[in-house]
T-cell receptor, first 112, second 114 residues
Framework: GDSVTQMEGPVTLSEEAFLTINCTYTATGYPSLFWYVQYPGEGLQLLLKATKADDKGSNKGFEATYRKETTSFHLEKGSVQVSDSAVYFCALAYSGNTPLVFGKGTRLSVIA | NAGVTQTPKFQVLKTGQSMTLQCAQDMNHEYMSWYRQDPGMGLRLIHYSVGAGITDQGEVPNGYNVSRSTTEDFPLRLLSAAPSQTSVYFC?????????????FGNGTRLTVT
């Protein structure tokens, strides 16, 4: 079945460091890909998305490019802040009413 | 804007007790779902609904019931609580399917079963 695999955490970075969180997927079709973020004590919220191959999603300085050839959707940010500390989830979805398939999440801690 | 509201925020149950986790949304969203979040397991889908009167099972439905009598509400019932159901439960809604419409999550219910 369809699945999403993320790099294991936790990831600890110093402020202003470069961030990469790897995400690869297995899918039978051509899903849309998403990154959701969960701040402490809250539910998840959409960070960015890409709907087809080579699309780049971006938001709040984060970027991810939909790579069909490597079935990847890695999340990157050039300079992280303490406020970016959260759990990041990669996910995929098809059209219609099929539910999101989430990865297991990667916890990021940014220290000043 | 209230968004997705979950109650209660915290709950402690004894094994065998039953309870209902409440979820309400005020965005007129058709799609609603329940997830549980466990350490190292990420989010797992319990049940979901694509509209009033329609529900379907997700990845881990055993031990849980749902109903969708109105667009706004999607309660999750634990029939006979077990320690394995200790988890954080999230309700989510979206306007259409997840591909085209972002999920809006509640802030979760932390459930402990002793």
């Amino acid at each position: 079945g369809d699945s999403v695999t993320q790099m294991e955490g936790p990831v600890t970075l110093s402020e202003e460091a470069f961030l990469t969180i790897n995400c690869t997927y297995t899918a039978t079709g051509y899903p849309s890909l998403f990154w959701y973020v969960q701040y402490p004590g809250e539910g998840l919220q959409l960070l960015l998305k890409a709907t087809k191959a080579d699309d780049k999603g971006s938001n709040k300085g984060f970027e991810a490019t939909y790579r069909k050839e490597t079935t990847s959707f890695h999340l990157e940010k050039g300079s992280v802040q303490v406020s970016d500390s959260a759990v990041y989830f990669c996910a995929l979805a098809y059209s219609g009413n099929t539910p999101l398939v989430f990865g297991k999440g990667t916890r990021l801690s940014v220290i000043a | 804007n209230a968004g997705v509201t979950q109650t209660p925020k915290f709950q402690v149950l004894k094994t065998g007790q039953s309870m209902t986790l409440q979820c309400a949304q005020d965005m007129n969203h058709e799609y609603m779902s329940w997830y549980r979040q466990d350490p190292g397991m990420g989010l797992r889908l319990i049940h979901y609904s694509v509209g009033a009167g329609i529900t379907d099972q997700g990845e881990v439905p055993n031990g849980y019931n749902v109903s969708r009598s109105t667009t706004e509400d999607f309660p999750l019932r634990l029939l006979s609580a077990a320690p394995s159901q200790t988890s954080v439960y999230f309700c989510a809604s979206s306007n259409t399917g997840a591909r085209n419409s972002p999920l809006h999550f509640g802030n979760g219910t932390r459930l402990t079963v002793t």
